[in-house]
Structure formats: structure tokens, C-alpha cells
């Protein structure tokens, strides 16, 4: 994994609430055994008609919005199921960054974890990132801020461990299989 | 003297090393279940570095998401949706023979949903941490385990590690206080909960349910209630263990015996908030004022009483209402149904087959209505049978199936045809989620026995019958 340092795109606005795993990607594709190719079906219900071909309605599919990596969603995003065909699915479409009000615990765990920054900002600052949709931002991860033009930076918390292994580009694993010491001991003082 | 609650203590005696700047908590593991959905990903994670399972005899896998409901043929081959769906159990199967994983498979009489098989199996202990990629393994928080869901790459930390890297939770009480009235089940309960919490409303938190009604359910309505934390945003939900749960565990296959047992129990039984602990956040809840409830829209939180109407339109549910193609202000009660499905994590264990059972007894399901009963486990399908329960729902007109997860997720196929109406005792009402276009009104095994009957969405005090006097 490459580290991230800054992602820079426009926006683009989903402002539904409580949007689930569920239809961030059905579980009829979730009998992959890999982590490949989900992009297609994120959001599948909604951006494909039953005969397959794109929904001109769903926001994902305008021309205008083609290439935007950043999604502004409406309050509590991912909740629902564990999956992390979720943050897989929206990877593979092109998204790198979710922000909200709210994010689900388990999904946003999930996201981290693969480099999709989950970002949790305030009810007006979220409210003028939707007005703003389709503007350019920079979210900057070692400032921990977004950068807008024509409005006041947003500054945002993500988890600081997350963070850093997200900027070096480490995975996590690498840091838990290092405290093997520490784990053997445990499991020595219980038996 | 410090006090401390219940999800403090399951934190303090799991810490491997405690969290620090910047940096978060390492957690272990006590049991590890594990299914064909969320793991093939991680156990490839592991091919690929050379790693090996660090402890196989923590770690539990069974065959439920993607497996048919329909018997195997004579020949033993199954009627699989696709090849996806055949890979992908074949592939745990593999992969648990590879790694050393213990797997209740089809040659196994334990399989069953993930959260109904461990407990049975009394593999699912107080006191324990319990993970597995999947959402609802909060329902093991019943016996006063700290169990919750995750995702494959973390999956695949425990796999190597027996660990987690985690940050603390806040913590929530529920109290449900008094009595819930006859008749009214822990699903009610659960879903007039998620309706008052909402949706988000635990989100970064571990639920412990508190209060005299709590204590006065049974391990499987606990289970029922803890199951659905989740819908409410939480990570986990707890309840301390009691002689309830003790009496529960005694004998099971995994749990200790003898005096070995009552060791355990004792040390079980301190797994307790104490008195003053104190939470972050508290609800309170009047169990009497509970009632057979089910939801209308598309997540948990829209719910509403059987016998009361719909909402008024709001920006909040003008969304839900389209879906559902329900009208605001209108009664739930009397609208169309085609399916109703008895099954899930949520309510397929014995007590909720009987509750269904119980009305459906002589009685014919409406002729339009197409109704699936699907136990928990290979267990709870023997017990069923032998109590003839299978026999009730055949002759009442409903499907009787192997066990599985079935139609909660319609992995497996078992789904239902767009715009067609479902009362589910499962626990997702998400668009979709029981197939595309489906619409799914969550219900109580009994609610759901009762609007098979009907043939409409119908209140189970109507099909009750009177209760001849002890």
C-alpha cells in the first residue's frame, strides 16, 4: 500500500441518509473470494436499471460527476453489515474519500484500513460541503484538513494510529504480528 | 473503592497492552467464529505472508451464508445458486483443512448460523471476547461476553495474531424497567428499542441492557435482543450473566464440567456492573408500554406498533415511504403481504419456531401467501422435529427448510420477486436486502405466524388463542 498523503477532486453529493452496506454493495456479489473488480456493483441498485444499463437519474452516473473521489454523504453512512466488500466496492469505483455526519463504526474501521478516508465533520460544516457539491477540494491527511476554495478550511480528527499508517503506507497487520512478545506473555499468564 | 461496569471489566482482563499516544489497545481474543462470506479474503492474507492460524482451537467456522436450504441429493450435491456460491464454501472448506480451523460442515450435527451454533455448542462463554466478520455477533453479548463484528482484514489480525488493535467505546445502558406485557416478545422489545434509540443513536458504543425485565427473559430472547444492537448503532450489547445463563450453559459440549463448571460459573457470575458504575449515556425504557411493534421503512429505527398508524410524512421518511410504498398516517395493520419468513439470527431458535408454531397449529396459511420456516442449526431443526413442529408448518402450508441464513441476506437464492412484500423475523429492512425492489416489514415469530394467516399485515393477540387457566 502506497501512502496517502493528499487526495485532491471535486465532490460530489449523495445526500441520503443512513445509507447501508447493503446498498453500497448487494449481497448477491459478495460471494467473490477476492478483493477484486467490486467497483462495478457499488451502489448497484441504484446506479443500474434491471436491464443493466446506467440509471441517468443516479448522481454517480452524470457526466459532470464523472471522476469525482470525493463523496458527500448523508448522515450515517455504512451502517448495517460488517462487509468490507464496502470500502472495497467504493475503491474500485474511484471514490477515496467518504465524509458525513456520522459513519458506522464497522465500516469506518473497514475503510481505514484499506485507505478510503472516512471523515466525520459538524452538521454546518457538512451542510456547506453539500451546498458547495461538485467543487474542488484537497483534503490534506497530515493537517488533517480539507481545503476549499472560496470557504474556510474544515479541519477533522481521524484516528491517529490509522493515520499514520495510512501517510507511511503501512498496513496495520505489521504492527500486531511486532507484539507476538507481548501476546505470548498473555496467553502464558492465563494458562 | 472504584466501581466499574461490565464492559469495563471484559476490557481490563483481555488487555494485552493498554492503549497509549496515539496508539490503540491491543485485545485479545477469545473465540474467533468464522464463515464462508467474510473470510476467504483473510485466509488468502495469510497464504500470502506465510502466516499460520496463531491459535486454531480459538477459532470455529460453520457452512450458513451461501448454503442451499433445500436437501442435499442422494448423491450429496446441492442445489447451489451458482458457482460463486459452491466456491465459496468450498473454498472455507478448504482453507479450514489447510489452517487446522475446526468446521462444522454439512457432515457436522452442530452446524448452524454462526450466532446460533456457538452458543449451543456452549462454545460462547461469559466473560469472553468473541469476534467474527459479521455484524450481528453482538448477540453472543447475551451471556456477558464482550462480541462484536468485524471486517476481513481484521479477520485476518485475529487469524495471525489472536488480537485486535481496538480504541475504547463509550458506554450505554439500557434499563428496561417493569414487565412487558403478555404476549409481547424480545423482538418487540428490540425493534421499539432501535425505533427510540434510532438508527445511530449507539454508534461508538457497547450497549449493556440493564433492568428487571431484562433479567426476567430467557437465553434466547436475550440473544433476540443483543442480536439487534447493531441495528441501533452499537457496536455490542451486553447482559450480565445470571443463574439464567448458568442454567443455560450447564452441560453443553464445550463449557466445562463438573466442578470445573462451578468454578467457572463463579467466576462468570462477577462479570457485572457494579452498583453506581457509570455509563456515558443511559436510557430508560418502560417495558409495559411495549407492544407487538414492526417496522415500516427501510432501516431498523422506523418502527411503529401493530395496531397504530404510520408517521406523518417528513423530509426524514418521504424516502422510506416511497419505497415502501406505504401511505403516512395510514395503519400498518391490513396491508398486503406475499412471504413471511421465520428464520435468522434474530429468531430461529426453538422458542421462536414454538411461538409460530404455536399459531399457525390446524390452522391454514392465506392462499396467496408463500411462507418459509427456517431453524437456526442442524440442532434446532432435530429438536423441532421431534416436537412435531415441522409437521405444523407443512400442514399449516409453509415451507420447512435446512438450516441456514436464507432469506435475511438471500445469499443463497432464497429471496423474494421486486415490489413483493415480506414479514421477516430477520433483522434488515434495508432497500434490497431480501431482494431487489423487496419490501421487508420486521416482525416478532409470532407477528409473522399471524400475517401468514391473514394474509395481511395482522396483530398476533388476534390469532392468540385463549389460555386455559393453570
Known amino acids: 500500500m502506497s501512502g496517502i498523503a493528499r487526495i485532491r477532486s471535486r465532490s460530489v453529493a449523495l445526500p441520503i441518509a443512513n445509507i447501508d452496506t447493503d446498498q453500497i454493495i448487494p449481497a448477491r456479489f459478495l460471494t467473490t473470494t477476492t478483493r477484486a473488480g467490486l467497483g462495478r456493483h457499488a451502489f448497484q441498485d441504484w446506479r443500474w436499471l434491471p436491464d443493466g444499463s446506467p440509471n441517468p437519474e443516479f448522481v454517480l452516473n452524470r457526466p459532470e460527476h464523472a471522476g469525482a473521489a470525493v463523496l458527500i454523504a448523508g448522515d450515517n453512512f455504512g451502517c448495517g453489515s460488517s462487509r468490507e466488500h464496502a470500502p472495497w466496492a467504493l475503491l474500485d469505483a474511484g471514490i477515496q474519500a467518504v465524509i458525513s455526519t456520522a459513519i458506522a463504526d464497522i465500516f469506518r474501521n473497514n475503510a481505514l484500513k484499506n485507505g478510503l478516508l472516512a471523515i466525520v465533520v459538524t452538521p454546518s460544516e457538512h451542510a456547506s ?63 | 473503592m472504584t466501581t466499574s461496569t461490565l464492559f469495563e471489566k471484559l476490557w481490563q482482563a483481555h488487555l494485552v497492552e493498554a492503549d497509549g499516544e496515539g496508539l490503540p489497545a491491543v485485545i485479545y481474543i477469545d473465540l474467533h467464529l468464522v464463515h464462508e462470506v467474510t473470510s476467504p479474503q483473510a485466509f488468502s492474507l495469510l497464504g500470502e505472508r506465510g502466516l499460520r492460524v496463531r491459535q486454531p482451537q480459538r477459532t470455529l467456522a460453520t457452512l450458513d451464508h451461501s448454503t442451499p436450504t433445500t436437501p442435499a441429493h442422494a448423491d450429496g450435491s446441492r442445489d447451489y445458486l451458482d458457482a460463486a456460491t459452491e466456491q465459496q464454501v468450498n473454498a472455507l472448506v478448504r482453507n479450514c483443512a489447510d489452517f487446522g480451523v475446526t468446521l462444522h460442515g454439512y457432515d457436522s450435527p452442530d452446524r448452524g448460523i454462526v450466532h446460533v451454533m456457538a452458543p449451543e455448542l456452549g462454545a460462547t462463554q ?137 468454578a467457572a460459573a463463579k467466576r462468570w457470575l462477577g462479570f457485572r456492573s457494579d452498583a453506581g458504575a457509570r455509563f456515558d449515556r ?87 401467501v408463500r411462507m418459509l420456516v427456517v431453524p437456526g442449526s442442524e440442532r434446532i431443526k432435530r429438536e423441532a422435529e421431534a416436537e412435531g413442529l415441522d409437521r405444523v408448518f407443512r400442514a399449516a402450508g409453509a415451507e420447512w427448510r435446512e438450516p441456514g441464513c436464507s432469506m435475511c441476506l438471500g445469499m443463497n437464492g432464497d429471496i423474494a420477486k421486486p415490489g413483493e412484500l415480506v414479514v421477516s423475523t430477520s433483522n434488515r429492512n434495508f432497500e434490497g436486502r431480501q431482494g431487489q425492489g423487496v419490501r421487508t416489514v420486521l416482525a416478532s415469530p409470532a407477528t409473522a405466524a399471524a400475517s401468514a394467516l391473514a394474509g395481511v399485515v395482522a396483530d398476533p393477540r388476534a390469532w392468540q388463542r385463549t389460555e386455559v387457566a393453570a
Open chain 2, 282 to 368: 443511559e436510557v430508560l425504557i418502560d417495558a409495559g408500554q411495549v407492544k407487538a411493534t414492526v417496522s415500516w421503512g427501510t432501516d431498523p429505527g422506523k418502527v411503529v406498533a401493530i395496531d397504530a398508524s404510520l408517521p406523518a410524512l417528513s423530509p426524514g421518511n418521504a424516502r422510506a415511504f416511497e419505497y415502501m410504498r406505504l401511505r403516512p398516517e395510514a395503519p400498518i395493520a391490513g396491508e398486503h403481504v406475499d412471504v413471511v419468513f421465520v428464520g435468522s439470527c434474530t429468531n430461529s431458535r426453538i422458542n421462536d419456531l414454538r411461538d409460530a408454531a404455536e399459531l399457525l397449529r390446524g390452522r391454514r396459511i392465506a392462499a396467496h
Open chain 2, 126 to 262: 461469559p466473560g469472553m471476547t468473541i469476534v467474527c466478520g459479521d455484524s450481528h455477533t453482538s448477540t453472543h453479548g447475551a451471556f456477558g461476553a464482550l462480541a462484536f463484528g468485524i471486517g476481513s482484514t481484521e479477520v485476518g489480525h485475529v487469524l495471525a495474531t489472536q488480537c485486535l488493535l481496538q480504541h475504547k467505546p463509550k458506554t450505554m445502558a439500557v434499563n428496561v424497567r417493569g414487565r412487558l406485557p403478555r404476549g409481547v416478545s424480545a423482538k418487540d422489545l428490540a425493534l421499539h428499542i432501535a425505533g427510540q434509540v434510532g438508527v445511530a443513536g449507539g454508534t461508538g458504543h457497547v450497549i449493556e441492557f440493564c433492568g428487571d425485565a431484562i433479567r426476567a427473559l430467557t437465553m434466547e430472547e436475550r440473544m433476540t435482543l443483543c442480536n439487534m444492537s447493531i441495528e441501533m448503532g452499537a457496536r455490542a450489547g451486553l447482559i450480565a450473566p445470571d443463574a439464567t445463563t448458568i442454567e443455560w450453559l450447564r452441560g453443553r459440549k464445550m463449557v466445562p464440567q463438573g466442578a470445573a463448571f462451578e
Open chain 1, 129 to 191: 460541503l453539500l451546498a458547495a457539491a461538485g467543487e474542488t477540494l484537497t483534503i490534506d491527511l497530515q493537517q488533517q484538513r480539507i481545503e476549499r476554495e472560496g470557504h474556510a478550511p474544515i479541519d477533522f480528527r481521524v484516528d491517529p494510529f490509522a493515520r499514520q499508517c495510512l501517510l507511511d503506507g503501512v498496513d496495520q497487520l505489521g504492527y500486531l504480528l511486532a507484539r507476538q512478545v507481548s501476546i505470548a506473555r498473555f496467553e502464558e499468564a492465563r494458562a
